[in-house]
């Protein structure tokens, strides 16, 4: 029998069990073939699932990281950063801020006193796009307008009248794989600011085999800039408006965004493969 890898699901970008976005987290000693990495992800079953190993010391970062949907590897993931970046603090793996080589460079993890975790992340640069032919009917909604978040995030964001259209989406998942590289990152402006966040997502995924991402925090390197400019403010809070919902706290600093979220680990067990 191989010797059992452990594995965590952890919920992040929530405070509790059961809402945020899981993700599956294995702490390696150095990545095998990517076909196991790929069918691990694919048995877990979540958006991603984070593998991570620790690098020599005096290098530019502290430990590789990699991330696969049940579907692909992606560039860049947020909330399995987050979960990765929690399972390393909680389990005395590491302290202080952890520095991981990922397939976007160079990201930053910073855990705080009450339990709350930063990303130093790209900031996704926003160029206007035309409405695509189509996208109306495949979201069920008429966009405003149209935004390429460029290579690392390859999604095509639109914004909607409001956030009651952005909720009330219920979207042709298949209609929509033709319009982006990755995903569409739908958004509007909070209804009412007064209630916690500035601004609502959803997010659909289905090219990656993720129909809808309960809580991205890639897209929020692109919502950031978006919001910022149009609010008027460099740190504002987005709801991901998915069944599980998720808040995640952004601040815009030049070419970086900066995320803060939570996480909570709900699963812990062996994986024998």
């Not at 691990?40 to 990281?65: S, Y």
């Not at 995903?183 to 209630?195: K, L, M, N, W």
């Not at 978006?226 to 069944?243: D, I, Y």
Request: glycine share 8%; proline share 7%.
């Amino acid at each position: 029998m191989p010797t059992p890898h452990r594995i965590r699901i952890v919920d992040a970008f929530t405070d509790r069990p059961f809402a945020g976005n899981p993700a599956g987290v294995l702490l390696l000693d150095a990545f095998p073939d990517d076909t196991w990495l790929q069918h691990v992800a694919r048995e877990v079953n979540h958006a991603e699932t984070a593998f991570a190993h620790r690098l020599p010391a005096g290098g530019d970062a502290d430990w590789a990281l990699r991330w696969f949907t049940p579907a692909a590897e992606v560039d860049l993931c947020g909330h399995a950063t987050l979960a990765t970046a929690h399972v390393l603090h909680t389990t005395g793996a590491a302290s202080g801020p952890v520095r991981f080589a990922t397939r976007s460079g160079v990201l930053t993890a910073t855990a705080h006193d009450d339990g709350a975790l930063t990303l130093d992340f790209p900031t996704a640069p926003l160029t206007a796009a035309d409405v695509p032919d189509g996208i109306a009917q495949a979201l069920g909604a008429e966009p405003l307008a149209a935004y390429d978040t460029g290579r690392q995030v390859g999604d095509l964001l639109v914004e909607l009248a409001d956030e009651k259209t952005v909720r009330a989406l219920a979207p042709d998942h298949k209609a929509l794989v033709q319009h982006s590289e990755r995903g569409i990152i739908a958004t509007a402006r909070a209804e009412d600011p007064s209630g916690g966040y500035d601004f609502v997502s959803r997010c659909f995924f289905p090219r990656l085999g993720i129909d809808e991402d309960p809580v991205t925090g890639s897209a929020h390197t692109a919502l950031a800039p978006f919001w910022s400019e149009r609010l008027g403010r460099t740190e504002l809070t987005g709801l991901q408006a998915s069944p599980r919902t998720g808040l995640v706290r952004t601040r815009l600093h030049g070419d970086r965004t900066v995320l803060t979220g939570r996480a909570v680990t709900v699963i812990e067990g062996e994986l024998f493969a």
